[in-house]
Nanobody, 122 residues
Framework: LLVESGGGSVQPGGSLRLSCLAS????????VAWFRQPPGKDREFVGA????????RVEASLRGRCTVSRDKIIGTVSLQMNILRPEDTAVYYC?????????????????WGQGTQVTVSS
């Protein structure tokens, strides 16, 4: 069970840090990704991290504002988002893939969290 936390409402220019926990399990051997689904749009890739080695990928349009990291001690994956914009408003999901490469397509992810709402508005 993947559990996201850290969502909320923030003004444009603000920051949020989302966290994902594998409750009752572990991220070992997985790529852990963040996706988001804006209102009325398809789910889209935000970024991901390879749990063992820590290698990361971030969607090109979000580089410089978004960072994916992991804490192997407490077993969480985080998404740090800075300089937030209204168009970042979405439900953000954590997902895991057992593939041995970074994948941005949703159909290759095995488990999903319930999502956490991020709203950017003045």
């Amino acid at each position: 069970l993947l559990v996201e936390s850290g969502g909320g409402s923030v003004q444009p220019g603000g920051s949020l840090r989302l966290s994902c926990l594998a409750s009752g399990g572990t991220f070992s051997g997985y790529h852990v990704a963040w996706f988001r689904q804006p209102p009325g749009k398809d789910r889209e890739f935000v970024g991901a991290i390879e749990w063992e080695g820590g290698d990361t990928r971030v969607e090109a349009s979000l580089r410089g504002r978004c960072t994916v990291s992991r804490d192997k001690i407490i077993g969480t994956v985080s998404l740090q988002m800075n300089i937030l914009r209204p168009e970042d408003t979405a439900v953000y999901y954590c997902a895991v893939s057992s593939a041995d490469m970074f994948i941005t397509a949703t159909q290759f992810y095995d488990y999903w969290g319930q999502g956490t709402q991020v709203t950017v508005s003045s």
